[in-house]
């Protein structure tokens, strides 16, 4: 064998055997399990998106295998003519996924099946590899029917997820659920376990995760939303010493009228003063200024408090830099 033969024939060789390690089966056969049943399916309308379906299966495999139950079984979702519309592997986090474990279906609004129908659950050994004596199948047919609006069915599925994690904590002494103050999420290894069993959970259920939305709440809220600010200004005064309602009533004049002679009149009053500029100090300008937090206080509308505010900014520099005679 020349030397430019074995340049070329070695690597040939190898990446022969290479690919005929690749399509090698795993095993020539495979026993039947000790142990193949689906314990339940619940089915969920309106999940993640309206009409959208979703179904959860609790399932139990055991058996004498040393691969993981992926290459071994397959779940699949029937139809009322006994189709498969949806497959499914089971997931190998613990145990190489057998034991009790979960599957979920989701289907979207134009492939939904007919809800409350003859739709079934089938697990079944993988036809792809030999089984001694056949290949082992289980169906279930009973499902239970969750219908709802989305927010309805996101609290049925966190609910039920929460639910399956505590059995799975206990059959796998594997930690899937942690509590604190009242309130139970799932742990790491839950989050990573049925982020991948069921889809779109972080968005369909998200407080599994600890993840909530609060409506912002804030004393403003306590105001009725249709009431203007000056209205709830002059609600929040009302039997206080700012309270004018009495006097205005002796007077035959309503509260709002009053307030606004007596702002006025103050207004009037510091500009004349300000214009004589007679005994005028600058500690009065304190007063001058305050005016506008009076005025928005007592409910004077906006736009003269913000004139009478720019006003007051103008001359009160004029007379601390230009001072008073």
Same mark, same amino acid.
């Given at each position: 064998? %020349?030397?430019?033969?074995?340049?070329?024939?070695?690597?040939?060789?190898?990446?022969?055997?290479?690919?005929? +390690?690749?399509?090698?089966?795993?095993?020539? *056969?495979?026993?039947?399990?000790?142990?193949?049943?689906?314990?339940?399916?619940?089915?969920? &309308?309106?999940?993640?998106?309206?009409?959208?379906?979703?179904?959860?299966?609790?399932?139990?495999?055991?058996?004498?295998?040393? !691969? /993981?139950? =992926?290459?071994?079984?397959?779940?699949?979702?029937?139809?009322?003519?006994?189709?498969?519309?949806?497959?499914?592997?089971?997931?190998?986090?613990? /145990?190489?996924?057998?034991?009790?474990?979960?599957?979920?279906?989701?289907?979207?609004? *134009?492939?939904?099946? +007919?809800?409350?129908?003859?739709?079934?659950?089938?697990?079944?050994?993988?036809?792809?590899? $030999?089984?001694?004596?056949?290949?082992?199948?289980? +169906?279930?047919?009973?499902?239970?029917?969750? %219908?709802?609006?989305?927010?309805?069915?996101?609290?049925?599925?966190?609910?039920?997820?929460?639910?399956?994690?505590?059995?799975? &904590?206990?059959?796998?002494?594997? /930690?899937?659920?942690?509590?604190? =103050? $009242?309130?139970?999420?799932?742990?790491?290894?839950? *989050?990573?376990?049925? !982020?991948?069993?069921?889809?779109?959970?972080?968005?369909?259920?998200?407080?599994?995760?600890?993840?909530?939305?609060?409506?912002?709440?804030?004393?403003?809220?306590?105001?009725?939303?249709? /009431? *203007?600010?000056?209205?709830?200004?002059?609600?929040?005064?009302? $039997?206080?010493?700012?309270?004018?309602?009495? +006097?205005?009533?002796?007077?035959?004049?309503?509260?709002?009228?009053?307030?606004?002679? !007596?702002?006025?009149?103050?207004? !009037?009053?510091?500009?004349?003063?300000?214009?004589?500029? #007679?005994?005028?100090? #600058?500690?009065?300008?304190?007063?001058? =200024?305050?005016?506008?937090?009076?005025?928005?206080?007592?409910?004077?509308?906006?736009?003269?408090?913000?004139?009478?505010?720019?006003?007051?900014?103008?001359?009160?520099?004029?007379?601390?830099? #230009?001072?008073?005679?």
């Amino acid at each position: 064998m %020349t030397k430019k033969f074995t340049r070329w024939f070695l690597p040939i060789l190898v990446a022969i055997l290479a690919i005929l +390690t690749l399509v090698t089966p795993v095993a020539a *056969s495979y026993g039947q399990p000790t142990t193949l049943e689906i314990q339940e399916v619940t089915a969920y &309308e309106n999940y993640h998106e309206e009409d959208a379906q979703l179904y959860i299966a609790t399932y139990y495999i055991s058996g004498n295998y040393t !691969i /993981d139950a =992926d290459e071994l079984f397959l779940f699949q979702l029937l139809d009322g003519d006994g189709d498969a519309v949806v497959t499914k592997a089971p997931y190998p986090f613990h /145990d190489n996924g057998y034991g009790l474990g979960v599957v979920a279906f989701y289907l979207d609004a *134009s492939d939904a099946l +007919t809800w409350g129908g003859n739709a079934s659950v089938k697990l079944v050994g993988n036809p792809m590899v $030999g089984w001694d004596g056949g290949i082992p199948n289980t +169906t279930m047919d009973v499902i239970t029917w969750n %219908t709802g609006t989305t927010e309805e069915i996101e609290e049925l599925v966190s609910s039920n997820v929460l639910a399956l994690a505590a059995d799975l &904590e206990e059959s796998w002494d594997v /930690d899937m659920v942690t509590t604190g =103050d $009242g309130v139970t999420t799932l742990t790491d290894d839950g *989050s990573t376990y049925f !982020i991948n069993v069921i889809p779109y959970l972080q968005t369909g259920a998200p407080s599994v995760f600890g993840q909530y939305v609060f409506a912002p709440h804030y004393p403003i809220d306590e105001k009725p939303a249709t /009431d *203007s600010y000056a209205d709830w200004l002059e609600e929040s005064i009302d $039997g206080t010493v700012f309270d004018i309602s009495p +006097t205005a009533a002796s007077w035959g004049m309503s509260r709002g009228a009053l307030t606004a002679v !007596i702002y006025y009149g103050l207004v !009037i009053a510091l500009l004349v003063g300000f214009a004589a500029k #007679k005994g005028l100090k #600058k500690g009065l300008i304190i007063f001058f =200024d305050v005016a506008v937090i009076i005025g928005a206080f007592i409910g004077v509308p906006l736009i003269v408090t913000i004139m009478w505010g720019f006003f007051c900014l103008i001359t009160t520099s004029w007379v601390f830099y #230009k001072g008073t005679t």
